[in-house]
């Protein structure tokens, strides 16, 4: 199928070489002339395991192109996918003007071919009709420039007249199809989704949604092919939307709710991994997302937990358990420094290491990383705040990093600090010379803000060990 995806974020640039790798024709299109010409290489501008890979295979194979021309990719798709960012604004809601910007230009290079265009986007709920809105008027826009030119007798009369002649209303449906992708797993996600889910009130975009998947549903690129086609959720578009919230929503809550039992564990004696356990083998809980640590950051959880929280407000209610959740998490990402006061005191003239920059490992993503939060209140502190990252120490990224020297290797991290705090979860962070790094500091603590590291390993290679909710 003829597939074009506008935006090459995180979602646009994994699903379009994706949808490549199993067969599409894909064209990915982007405003950004330097991102285009980078990824028309076979380079991925963002880390993705994976993604470089692919998206040089099919660059190979002819499957996927890059540009900057709206007008070619409207006029290549059958299936159109907007997948520009929305940002959260200062209050919560989510900031739509790309989406509006594309929609509006998608409206405007239209023609009498049916499109189905998709809302990959994170939108707010109740966006499908707004975007077909937007669509026509792009669209009314177009042919009121046909017009205006025609009556002026400006350029190729003959052909205007023509194309204002041959330009009936266009024929589309809009489509909900919410991305579940994690960060640093996203291409196994797309070949392995737990669901589809697709919202439209067309029957035919429904079809032809269905058909684009089908290679994914029936797992012929699933790690493991035995298990049952991939479930399609068919819906209508504002419980798409809803789907995607309310499921980000829960999981962001299910951590904030471990986090808190973490905190009542640090004061009754406790062991929150112990607690999670216990309560991870009930089916009904599961153990994924039990991990308790220094709370949850990143693109998703923060932005979509605070616009369903602002959509609730629209209509008259208001969304406590998720407000909790959100004050919880805030309250959470201080918890490092709680602990480094209650070990050295007073933090002003020491000097901190953190294991970790990015919100999660496997990324290069800084948005909303609690490493942030730390880094501020260290140095508002008075405190020299040093960093090793897998990523950022090798890519030399520095925005939001002002207030912190970046090291290129753990032990120049080590050397001279008064404590180390584990931010992110590297599984390599499992595997340093912890005796070696103990020796190289004024005094070998670590604050483990993920619980990821093992206590008698630290302990035996001479550090005091400090967890989160571990009693």
Sequence with gaps: MRVCVIGTGYVGLVTGACLAHVGHHVICVDNNEEKV???????????????????????????????????????????LFIAV?????????????????????IGSHLNSDYKVIVNKSTVPIGSGDWVRMLIMEGFAEQRATLNAAVLAGAGATEDLVTRKSSLPEPEFDVVS????????????DTFNPDRIVLGSNGAKAIALMQELYEPIVSRQYAIDKALPPVPVVVTDLSSAEMIKYAANAFLATKISFINEVANICDRVGADVVEVAKGIGLDSRVGNKFLQAGIGWGGSCFPKDVSALIH???DYGYEAQLLKAAVNVNQHQRVIAIEKLQQVLKILKGKTVGLLGLTFKPDTDDLRDAPAL?????????GTKVKAYDPIISQTGMRHGLSDVIVETDPERLADGCDALVLVTDWKQFRNLDYAKMAALMHSPVIIDGRNFLDRKELEKAGFRYVGVGRG
Excluded at 181 to 187: D, F, I, M, T
Excluded at 373 to 381: C, G, K, P, T, V
């Design 37 to 79: 010409k980078l990824m028309q290489t076979g380079q991925s501008p963002i880390f993705e395991p994976g993604l470089s890979e692919i998206i040089k295979a099919a660059i190979q194979s002819e499957k996927i192109e890059f540009t900057t021309d709206l007008a070619a990719g409207v006029a290549h798709g059958q299936i």
């Design 373 to 381: 939060n730390i880094i501020e209140q260290l140095a508002r502190l």
């Design 311 to 313: 959509t609730a407000d």
């Design 177 to 188: 199809n919410p991305e579940f992708l994690r960060e640093g797993c996203a291409v196994d």
């Design 85 to 105: 960012g929305t940002p959260a604004l200062p209050n919560g809601e989510s900031d739509t003007r790309y989406v509006e910007a594309v929609a509006r230009g």
